[in-house]
């Protein structure tokens, strides 16, 4: 952890509102999207897949996860993080060198965990976890 709690306070209360409610308006459509397209499977295959219908209502949480591309699993789990560290004010900084992320990446990708140097590096595999 490169960063004290002196940074926290970098961005205000009225930016930390704005992105938590872009967070929320990209979650709410990742979900409801996802949602429809497992509805449109569900109809089309429902007379195959009778059988097992009970056990998917019982883990619909699950199934629902597991009905997810990678992609967009991660990218819920990013909000969810980005979401925290709102709550924690310490949104805004990058997860990896601890430095101010730049409106425009914030604007673009509200849930980016990091800056975009530290994002190449993650892309590249370089970047622990
Ligand atoms: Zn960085």
């Given at each position: 952890m490169p960063t004290g709690t002196a940074r926290a306070a970098r961005m205000s209360k009225k930016e930390m509102e704005k992105y938590r409610r872009l967070l929320h308006e990209k979650k709410n459509a990742l979900t409801a999207e996802l949602a429809k397209t497992r509805d449109a499977e569900e109809e089309t295959t429902e007379e195959a897949t009778q059988d097992i219908a009970d056990k998917a209502v019982s883990s619909y949480t699950r199934e629902f996860l597991y009905s997810l591309t990678d992609a967009e699993r991660s990218t819920l789990l990013q909000i969810d993080e980005a979401l925290a560290r709102i709550e924690e004010a310490?949104?805004?900084?990058?997860?990896?060198?601890?430095l101010p992320m730049s409106e425009k990446r914030l604007n673009a990708v509200?849930?980016?965990?990091?800056c975009v140097d530290c994002q190449e590096l993650a892309e590249k595999g370089l970047l622990e976890a």
């Open positions: 310490t949104y805004g900084s990058c997860q990896n060198c601890g509200p849930w980016a965990p990091h």
